[in-house]
């Protein structure tokens, strides 16, 4: 229950403390046991302390020396637990004329927790120079305090913002089968940082030392937490999912579905056929979903709470694996697998010149009609190693022509296999063509296939995972330990931060772990993480401002008669339609407010803690490419902007655009398998035969089995539904996030802007001349839709990498 307590407060009119005076305010907040599950220990000597007057004492300190006007208060906790404190308002402040906000939004633990006194701030927003001089030093303090001292494991009363490489992802001590390379921090695996937890290495831990010798820091693998605390992982207290996410209650269910319904369904599935015999097996999934074993239900039940299982399984019913029906397949009927001509050469003119709609090679190139899903030298090193796990897959280049209503169609499909006699003699290379009846129709579905399996795993490894969550993370970081609570920058960008720190967290103890969740269910296997290491090679800062994207990807020209200089080769693209007006929104609001505050580049010169900030962040947060010469040099306004607009960009909308959709659009696994485990039938071969007799069983037997298939949907399903308390782009969680109107008047009108841009989405998914907005599943595109209510709704921009 939240606690509203109106007392006499203590202040201090200067730092000498010569006289005091009562100011009235009113303190919210909360303690451990209403956030957290019950802690009867701590709230029954929580009531002791009470009783005996050994609550909470306050500090006020002023703005100005000699003035009775406070601009910060220190607070110390003498319960036995932590509380959360959410704010502290004071009324009729002497010398003030009125009322003062202090925002909170934090954990105070036990005072002897801490080496320093907790300080909070007025919701004012200052530059470190504008800063009066008896609030300066807790400033500077405070920010002394977030970065540590780089020493010993860190607690969960730690308030530490650190980096570390992802030395935490193996596990050796389990065999060498779990060993993996140290990312981060050398030129072979170079990698964003992730928070440092400072847990001691592994027994086995010095696996990788010899090779990374020449580095300064200790690159031995870290120690992972056993089962039981697999959730307790640390990052700062106040980085913790909030209550209304339920953390423990979503974490949980990850956990179950990692630690204990996989290890039980292997051993249901160990006795029987681990394929789904037909399409209708499939789709049983989302209709009644499977019947499992009386016994091994008692026994997933004696393990997870009811409660907790339904929210998992969406059943308390007998069908446990029953799942929502995906929307890609809502109302649409399953198609039999289509067909295709085999030919032994690449990609020629004469494959693709027949299906050009009546242009020619030349003319369909200089009308920018073609266009390329290329797959082939991204995977192809990887290839090799890949294929001597269970995974049997190969590189792809798809060409696909654009149509004269807009939309795209595949032209013809290259795959890549490595040279059986060695790397040195390229690849071997085979390419398929469209057909829709007999064998050659099966084949070209199956070509599809090893095409989606490719694309599924980059999606999930490098656009979703390493260009969001891990790319985002040093920001978060270098935000926190380098720009003060004051500080505009800290107070634009923090609300982009939400929970993103805590869902990495898990990721790293869950899915991306070695023998983790996405090993399991993608098909580079052992080696995802290694290759989206190799593939962030390639990540340029600059470049993750959508125009300059799409522009790099040849999907636009610049063009200075087009809305904002750019004019799309795919008209109907709705991804770069709705993501230009998201991201030219943002801009402006990123601009509005950046200009209140910095009147000139010199101002963003002589900004310390900004200049600390930008160079901590290239140094340390990103600095396997601490050399690059594409960082901006945070030199002016402009840079300032661009930087903060791409920040924003990465957090809010790319993420929700790449993540929220996966359920919707991949839930329906043959729609969208990630992992192949068969080649291409051969003329002449007994798998060529029963394709020929049963091809929707060898389609079947080739993508993701049923086990993976399990594990796979119930893990998106998880990741694609919005929390209840989400906060989602031009919303804050507090309203009075700062005393300045402009900046809130800003704010107000780029949240008007927003509510527009979803009118016009609205207005464009009505359009039956978009043929790319709904498609023939009746799917309207609304990934960048900015708001949503909470659930399973392939919609909504939260703030931030917040799942």
């Known amino acids: 229950m939240l606690h509203n307590i109106i007392n006499a407060i203590k202040g201090e009119d200067d730092e000498n403390n010569s006289s005091k005076k009562k100011i009235r305010g009113t303190v919210v907040l909360m303690k451990k046991n209403v956030l957290d599950f019950n802690d009867f220990n701590a709230s029954i000597l929580d009531r002791v302390h009470e009783l005996v007057g050994q609550g909470v004492s306050l500090q006020l300190i002023s703005s100005v020396n000699g003035d009775s006007v406070p601009g910060a208060f220190l607070i110390k906790n003498n319960h036995h637990s932590e509380f959360y404190l959410k704010t502290l308002t004071l009324e009729d402040v002497p010398g003030h004329g009125g009322r003062l906000h202090f925002v909170c939004n934090s954990w105070v633990y036990p005072s002897s927790k801490y080496h320093t006194d907790r300080v909070f701030f007025t919701n004012q927003t200052c530059l470190l120079s ?72 592994t027994k086995t831990g010095q696996i990788l030392r010899e090779k990374l010798k ?84 008692k026994h997933i039940r004696e393990k997870i ?37 085999i030919s032994f050469y690449v990609i020629t003119e004469r494959d693709i010149e027949y299906n050009l709609d009546g242009f020619s090679v030349n003319e369909a190139l200089e009308k920018n009609k073609l266009f390329i899903l290329d797959h082939h030298d991204t995977l192809f090193p990887y290839l090799r190693r890949i294929n001597s796990t269970s995974t049997k897959t190969y590189s792809s280049r798809t060409l696909l022509f654009l149509k004269t209503d807009g939309t795209l169609k595949p032209l013809v499909i290259e795959l890549s296999l490595p040279h059986p006699d060695g790397d040195r003699l390229g690849p071997i290379s085979k390419v398929y063509t469209p057909a829709a009846e007999g064998v050659e129709g099966s084949i070209w579905q199956l070509a599809k296939a090893y095409v989606a399996v490719n694309d599924s795993g980059v999606h999930q490894l490098i656009s979703h995972w390493l260009n969001t969550h891990a790319a985002i993370e040093p920001f978060v970081i270098a935000t926190n330990r380098q720009l003060s609570v004051l500080h505009p920058i800290y107070k634009l960008l923090h609300p982009h931060f939400r929970d993103t720190m805590n869902i990495n967290a898990f990721a790293r103890q869950i899915l991306i772990n070695a023998g983790g969740i996405l090993e399991a269910t993608v098909f580079p296997a052992k080696y995802s993480m290694e290759m989206s290491s190799v593939l962030y090679k390639n990540w340029v800062f600059p470049e993750q401002a959508l125009p300059a994207d799409l522009v790099k990807r040849g999907v636009a020209i610049k063009d200075s008669h087009s809305p904002h200089g750019l004019r799309l080769l795919i008209e109907d693209y709705p991804y770069a339609v709705d993501g230009l007006e998201i991201w030219y929104a943002i801009k402006a609001w990123v601009e509005d407010y950046c200009s209140y505050y910095y009147k000139s580049d010199e101002v963003v010169q002589k900004d310390s803690e900004l200049q600390s900030w930008w160079k901590e962040l290239r140094e340390e947060g990103h600095g396997d490419k601490k050399n690059e010469p594409w960082w901006p040099k945070m030199q002016t306004r402009e840079e300032l902007i661009d930087s903060c607009t791409i920040i924003i960009w990465i957090a809010s909308a790319l993420h929700a655009a790449v993540n929220f959709g996966q359920y919707p659009y991949a839930g329906y696994l043959p729609n969208r398998p990630t992992l192949s485990r068969r080649f291409m039938p051969e003329e002449g071969t007994p798998e060529y035969d029963e394709l020929r007799s049963n091809p929707d069983k060898v389609f079947l037997k080739t993508i993701t089995a049923q086990l993976q298939t399990l594990i796979g949907i119930s893990l998106i399903e998880i990741l694609s539904r919005h929390a209840s308390d989400e906060v989602y782009l031009g919303q804050r969680d507090t309203p009075e996030w700062t005393t300045d109107s402009y900046p809130l008047q800003a704010f107000e009108r780029f949240g008007k802007k927003l509510g527009a841009i979803e009118d016009r989405i609205m207005s464009l998914n009505n359009d039956e001349r978009l043929k790319n907005r709904v498609g023939p599943v009746k799917m309207p595109y609304t990934l960048l839709f900015p708001t949503s209510e909470g659930g399973l709704t392939g919609k909504g921009i939260p703030n931030s990498v917040s799942i």
């Not at 030395?167 to 140290?182: F, I, K, M, T």
């Not at 319904?261 to 979903?289: A, C, R, W």
Request: aromatic fraction near 10%.
């Open 305 to 341: 709470p009811a409660e907790m299982l339904k929210e998992i399984f969406r059943t308390d019913g007998e069908q446990l694996l029953k799942f929502p029906l995906p929307q890609v397949v809502k109302g649409t009927a399953i198609s039999q697998p289509s067909k295709l001509v």
């Open 214 to 297: 020449p580095l300064q820091k200790d690159p031995n693998t870290e120690s992972r937490l056993g089962i039981l605390m697999s959730l307790n992982i640390y990052i700062p207290r106040d980085e913790r999912f909030g209550h209304l996410k339920l953390a423990d209650f979503l974490a949980y269910a990850l956990k179950s579905v990692a630690q204990v319904v996989t290890p039980e369904l292997e051993s249901v599935f160990d006795e029987t056929p681990s394929e789904f015999d037909s399409f209708q097996d499939v789709m049983d999934l989302y209709e009644g979903g499977i019947e499992l074993p009386k016994g091994l239900l």
């Open 130 to 201: 504008e800063t009066p001089s008896p609030l300066r030093k807790y400033r500077e303090e405070e920010l002394v305090s977030l970065r540590g001292n780089g020493k010993g494991e860190l607690k969960e009363w730690d308030r530490v913002y650190d980096y570390a490489y992802y030395n935490d992802l193996a596990n050796p001590d389990d065999g060498q089968e779990y060993a993996r390379p140290v990312l981060g921090g050398s030129t072979e695996y170079p990698y964003p940082r992730r928070g440092r937890t400072g847990r001691p290495p």
